[in-house]
């Protein structure tokens, strides 16, 4: 397709070198002009987006509920370290382990690395000229009579021996260059908050499966003791049965109920076997390499205070939203490298060396140079560049309301989190109540059965019900635990606060 080029060139011998200061002067008054102009930058100029005007993360408020055993301090800024709060250094140490030795972090440093090292290629290759050196040997055999002027004798073939160097920079006169730059700096940003996600999801997961862990392993310890009582219970009515004291329609509802118990420890039994195999690989170690036994909730402190920070700054905060903006960064770049394209372009070039037809002679002076300066200004594109515009245009669009949707789903996840942990209080407080209840009762029924006032099958029956409530308890003690975990990760989970790496 067609393109106007024009160019010149200059390009002096040995003979000619009394002419070579005034052309080389006009040549750098027209590089003179052209770097002044440098300064233009088409296109949009990208600024962080305002933070969103939001007073709290619910509509009905982001306290805790009077009788909870937390509370929500607004405005606290959340530790880097976030679960150090639950005072617990086999906790700690699991995450450590998974932060240092994790595969996806691995992954996500490699990918910043390379996205960085892209960086400087093109900063390298872009803002500065480039220069190649040459050397080169040809066999030659030239006919003046080819060029009109007539000789007795042509010239034998000679050896003319080359050595240069070339040096060429396009000069940025509308930012093209600077704008692909740009994009490729918010690419670096976007790995960056990439990792930092990778970093604080992962220490999230660690602590949420070393919490489920802890949950199963008690949930299974409390079946199994519900279940002895109830195959207990079971054998005493299969002794009245046996005596004519209760019909058989009474026992077989016991066999359903201790089969129906049964069948509740595989579940558990797989749940906690796929959990402990998850957190091995989050370790980074196989499955059959983790040996350390599972965390019990009662190693582990419920955080009293719950630092929320300020919901207006989470922007600032979360690194999806970070690494969101960091795209919509790149988006508004695109624009302007699409839009410089419709520009001219224009590319110095020079060369000097030295010609010889001995190969001792190539240091004896430069004998050949030049000097040019080339201009190409698309005319027909069959609108290829306008189409690509307009492409960039709206890829902006769409980066900037992805930015606004994951702005609200981070919102959404902060307020979801926070409701838990409100649920969770009145879930605790209403499963303790009756775990206290059920313990009294059975404790009545110890003292009434040693008096001989209950049967044992009565005894039994009150601490069936302590176990189950003892169950539900524990189910409704780890969720505080997990939720508070996943409510310090939803509000960013302080990487910020991070010392500075050497």
């Given at each position: 397709?067609?393109?106007?080029?024009?160019?010149?060139?200059l390009?002096?011998?040995?003979?000619?070198?009394?002419?070579?200061?005034?052309?080389?002067?006009?040549?750098?008054?027209?590089?003179?002009?052209?770097?002044?102009?440098?300064?233009?930058?088409?296109g949009?100029?990208?600024?962080?987006?305002?933070?969103?005007?939001?007073?709290?993360?619910?509509?009905?408020?982001?306290?805790?509920?009077?009788?909870a055993?937390?509370?929500?301090?607004?405005?606290?800024?959340?530790?880097?370290q976030?679960?150090?709060?639950?005072?617990?250094?086999?906790?700690?140490?699991?995450?450590?382990?998974?932060?240092?030795?994790?595969?996806?972090?691995?992954?996500?440093?490699?990918t910043?690395?390379?996205?960085?090292?892209?960086?400087?290629?093109?900063?390298?290759?872009?803002?500065?000229?480039s220069?190649?050196?040459?050397?080169?040997?040809?066999?030659?055999?030239?006919?003046?009579?080819?060029?009109?002027?007539?000789?007795?004798?042509p010239?034998p073939?000679?050896?003319?021996?080359?050595?240069s160097?070339?040096?060429?920079?396009?000069?940025?006169?509308?930012?093209?260059?600077?704008?692909?730059l740009?994009?490729?700096?918010?690419?670096?940003?976007?790995?960056?908050?990439?990792?930092?996600?990778?970093?604080?999801?992962?220490a999230?997961?660690?602590?949420?499966?070393?919490?489920?862990?802890?949950?199963?392993?008690?949930?299974?310890?409390a079946?199994?003791?519900?279940?002895?009582?109830?195959?207990?219970?079971e054998?005493?009515?299969?002794?009245?049965?046996?005596a004519?004291g209760?019909?058989?329609?009474?026992?077989?509802?016991?066999?359903?109920?201790?089969?129906?118990?049964?069948?509740?420890?595989?579940?558990?039994?797989k749940?906690?076997?796929?959990?402990?195999?998850?957190?091995?690989?989050?370790?980074?170690?196989?499955?059959?390499?983790?040996?350390?036994?599972?965390?019990?909730?009662?190693?582990?402190?419920?955080?009293?205070?719950?630092?929320?920070?300020?919901?207006?700054?989470?922007?600032?905060?979360?690194?999806?939203i970070?690494?969101a903006?960091?795209?919509?960064?790149?988006?508004?770049?695109d624009?302007?490298?699409?839009?410089?394209?419709?520009?001219?372009?224009?590319?110095?070039?020079?060369?000097?060396?030295?010609?010889?037809?001995?190969?001792?002679?190539?240091?004896?002076?430069?004998?050949v140079?030049?000097?040019?300066?080339?201009?190409?200004?698309?005319?027909?594109?069959?609108?290829?560049?306008?189409?690509?515009k307009?492409?960039?245009?709206?890829?902006?669009?769409?980066?900037?309301?992805?930015?606004?949707?994951?702005?609200?789903e981070?919102?959404?996840?902060?307020?979801?989190a926070?409701?838990?942990?409100?649920?969770?209080?009145?879930?605790?407080?209403?499963?303790?109540?009756?775990?206290?209840?059920a313990a009294?009762?059975?404790?009545i029924?110890?003292?009434?059965?040693?008096?001989?006032g209950?049967?044992?099958?009565?005894?039994?029956?009150?601490?069936?019900?302590?176990?189950?409530?003892?169950?539900?308890?524990?189910?409704?003690?780890?969720?505080?635990?997990?939720?508070?975990?996943a409510?310090?990760?939803?509000?960013?989970?302080?990487?910020?606060?991070?010392?500075?790496?050497?």
């Amino acid at each position: 397709m067609p393109r106007f080029a024009p160019s010149f060139s200059l390009r002096r011998l040995t003979r000619r070198q009394s002419r070579a200061p005034r052309r080389a002067g006009y040549a750098l008054a027209a590089i003179g002009l052209l770097a002044f102009t440098a300064g233009c930058t088409v296109g949009p100029d990208f600024a962080a987006p305002a933070a969103p005007e939001v007073a709290s993360y619910t509509a009905d408020g982001d306290g805790l509920p009077a009788n909870a055993a937390q509370r929500v301090q607004s405005g606290a800024d959340i530790p880097a370290q976030w679960w150090r709060l639950f005072h617990s250094d086999a906790l700690d140490q699991l995450v450590r382990q998974a932060l240092q030795a994790s595969p996806t972090l691995a992954q996500a440093r490699a990918t910043l690395r390379q996205a960085s090292e892209n960086l400087d290629a093109e900063t390298g290759g872009r803002l500065l000229p480039s220069a190649d050196a040459n050397v080169s040997a040809a066999r030659q055999k030239v006919d003046p009579s080819a060029f009109g002027v007539p000789v007795a004798q042509p010239p034998p073939p000679f050896t003319l021996y080359n050595a240069s160097i070339d040096v060429s920079y396009t000069l940025d006169v509308f930012g093209g260059n600077r704008r692909v730059l740009e994009g490729m700096a918010a690419q670096v940003d976007y790995q960056a908050h990439e990792l930092q996600a990778a970093r604080m999801s992962l220490a999230a997961n660690v602590v949420t499966a070393a919490i489920r862990q802890a949950d199963l392993s008690e949930r299974i310890a409390a079946t199994r003791d519900l279940l002895a009582a109830q195959e207990r219970q079971e054998d005493i009515m299969r002794q009245r049965v046996a005596a004519g004291g209760i019909a058989q329609a009474d026992l077989s509802n016991q066999e359903l109920l201790v089969a129906q118990t049964r069948a509740l420890l595989p579940p558990l039994d797989k749940q906690l076997s796929q959990t402990t195999h998850q957190l091995a690989v989050y370790l980074g170690v196989p499955p059959a390499a983790l040996r350390a036994p599972p965390l019990r909730l009662a190693d582990l402190t419920l955080p009293p205070d719950i630092p929320t920070g300020v919901p207006s700054a989470l922007t600032r905060q979360r690194p999806d939203i970070l690494a969101a903006e960091a795209l919509w960064h790149k988006a508004s770049a695109d624009v302007g490298v699409a839009t410089a394209n419709q520009y001219p372009q224009f590319t110095l070039t020079a060369s000097f060396g030295s010609q010889r037809t001995s190969l001792g002679d190539l240091s004896n002076g430069v004998n050949v140079w030049n000097l040019g300066l080339g201009l190409t200004q698309p005319l027909f594109r069959g609108g290829e560049l306008r189409a690509r515009k307009r492409s960039a245009e709206a890829g902006y669009e769409a980066a900037a309301a992805a930015y606004r949707q994951t702005v609200l789903e981070g919102l959404q996840q902060v307020a979801d989190a926070l409701r838990a942990v409100q649920t969770d209080a009145d879930a605790f407080n209403a499963y303790d109540d009756a775990w206290r209840r059920a313990a009294d009762a059975e404790r009545i029924a110890q003292g009434r059965y040693q008096a001989g006032g209950i049967s044992h099958q009565s005894l039994l029956d009150s601490q069936r019900q302590l176990l189950q409530t003892r169950i539900a308890r524990t189910e409704a003690d780890a969720a505080r635990y997990a939720d508070t975990a996943a409510l310090l990760h939803a509000l960013g989970g302080g990487w910020w606060n991070e010392p500075a790496s050497p």
